[in-house]
């Protein structure tokens, strides 16, 4: 299934690949506006860049050039926290006065009336916020720090009276999951969209840490068919594949398998990451090959991501490009790449939670034809 960064970027990459199908170029960037951060979460797996200095303002200023000159249309800004850089202000203008789009990922426990002000004048797309638990205890047991569900809950009422656009996103993990379902409610209430993250990935660095939080295959699945609006996306899958209006295997996964490409995915083709120590990435997760801004320019590293990334194939022992189960599986060669230092080896919590959605769909499809 692709990946979005947050609701706004589907009918954005929809718009894109519709009217822009077959040609390669940076129409969306992520910006990693630093890697620091005021919480501490156990999962972060932006963890390993804390240290680094971050890219200067002129060099985000520079980059910004280059990718609108190439064709940028819509961009976010995430971290660490991006409202920890004391020059946002500066570069958020920039981007937004360059005509980009822009979205905002944000732990928001820095929201302030002044950043309120800002995107009053120069709206934002969406703020993409996450809420690491229902009760404080649990979203602190994440966080790590006293006092940010103050901060956070107090900042979401900013939100709410301003009327800028934004969603929730919730990690579902070990240690907030017996409050899953007040979160969904939570948010149905708030009516606003809600993005429940069933897969903590491995660090920046490989750390597996984070994955060790992750829920069990069965819970993930689980929530699947208890939870309503996902229950209904997976029968409405059911009913598509009956009707012939989706096939089993997406397709461009198809046709990039069929070819014998690794990565199925908009990695370095139409979609491009910029960490914040100035390095270029094909997308968030794959921080295990970066082409170094500072050693060298765009257009070298667009090519060192095409060779990299878009046109790398895959070996005789690629399981995913024959998976009858795709469909249903947040398949992802870069957490593989991370966890196993092999991008050819699927992680099984994938595996085991897409053949039970499998199932669970074929069922549906069962009680269709029998006109139940
Ligand atoms: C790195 S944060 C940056 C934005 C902001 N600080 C926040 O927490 O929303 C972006 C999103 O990635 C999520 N995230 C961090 N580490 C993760 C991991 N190991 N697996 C899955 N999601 C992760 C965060 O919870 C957050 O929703
Ligand atoms: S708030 Fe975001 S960037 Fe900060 S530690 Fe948590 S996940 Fe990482
Ligand atoms: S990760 Fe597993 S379920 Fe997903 S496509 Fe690969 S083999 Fe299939």
């Known amino acids: 299934m692709a990946e979005s960064y947050c609701m706004h970027a589907r009918p954005i990459n929809d718009f894109?690949?519709?009217?822009?199908?077959?040609?390669?170029?940076?129409?969306?960037?992520?910006?990693?506006?630093?890697?620091?951060?005021n919480l501490n979460c156990i999962h972060c797996y932006a963890k390993p860049g804390r240290s680094h200095a971050d890219m200067g303002t002129e060099e985000f200023k520079r980059i910004v050039d280059v990718l609108v000159e190439r064709g940028l249309i819509d961009a976010y800004f995430t971290?660490?926290?991006?409202?920890?850089?004391?020059?946002?202000?500066?570069?958020?203008?920039?981007?937004?006065r360059k005509g980009v789009l822009i979205s905002l990922l944000s732990n928001i426990t820095l929201l302030s009336e002044e950043h309120i002000r800002?995107?009053?004048?120069?709206?934002v797309e969406i703020i993409s916020t996450t809420m690491y638990g229902y009760t404080e205890e649990a979203y602190e047991r994440v966080t790590g720090v006293k006092g940010s569900y103050a901060k956070f809950m107090r900042a979401l009422d900013l939100l709410k009276e301003s009327q800028i656009p934004f969603e929730l996103k919730y990690v579902a993990m070990k240690q907030n999951y017996d409050e899953i379902y007040k979160m969904?409610?939570?948010?149905?209430q708030l009516g606003v969209p809600m993005v429940i993250i069933l897969d903590v990935?491995?660090?920046?660095?490989?750390?597996?840490?984070?994955?060790?939080?992750?829920?069990?295959?069965?819970?993930?699945?689980?929530?699947?068919?208890?939870?309503?609006?996902?229950?209904?996306?997976?029968?409405?899958?059911a009913k598509d594949?009956?009707?012939?209006?989706?096939?089993?295997?997406?397709?461009?996964?198809?046709?990039?398998?069929?070819?014998?490409?690794?990565?199925?995915?908009?990695?370095?083709?139409?979609?491009?990451?910029?960490?914040?120590?100035?390095?270029?990435?094909?997308?968030?997760?794959?921080?295990y090959r970066q082409f170094d801004l500072?050693?060298?320019t765009f257009d070298e590293g667009?090519?060192?991501?095409?060779?990299?990334?878009?046109?790398?194939?895959?070996?005789g022992r690629y399981p995913c490009n024959t998976c009858q189960n795709i469909r249903f599986c947040e398949h992802c060669v870069a957490n593989f790449k991370l966890a196993y230092d092999d991008e050819e080896q699927p992680d099984s919590f994938f595996c085991e939670v897409a053949a039970m959605r499998k199932k669970f769909v074929d069922q549906e499809i069962a009680r269709l034809l029998q006109g139940k």
């Open 16 to 37: 894109i690949d519709e009217t822009f199908e077959g040609i390669r170029a940076p129409f969306t960037a992520g910006f990693e506006l630093t890697a620091k951060c």
């Open 241 to 287: 594949l009956l009707c012939g209006e989706m096939e089993t295997i997406p397709q461009k996964t198809a046709e990039r398998f069929r070819n014998g490409y690794l990565y199925p995915c908009s990695i370095a083709n139409q979609h491009v990451f910029i960490t914040s120590d100035y390095k270029m990435q094909g997308c968030v997760r794959a921080s």
């Open 184 to 188: 969904r409610e939570f948010g149905k």
């Open 79 to 96: 971290g660490g926290e991006i409202f920890t850089r004391t020059d946002f202000e500066e570069l958020f203008l920039y981007i937004k």
């Open 302 to 315: 667009w090519e060192y991501l095409q060779r990299e990334f878009v046109d790398k194939k895959s070996s």
């Open 294 to 296: 500072r050693k060298g």
């Open 201 to 237: 990935h491995p660090m920046s660095d490989g750390s597996t840490e984070p994955m060790s939080f992750r829920l069990t295959p069965q819970e993930a699945f689980e929530f699947d068919v208890k939870d309503e609006g996902r229950c209904n996306f997976w029968k409405d899958v």
């Open 118 to 123: 800002l995107f009053k004048e120069y709206p």
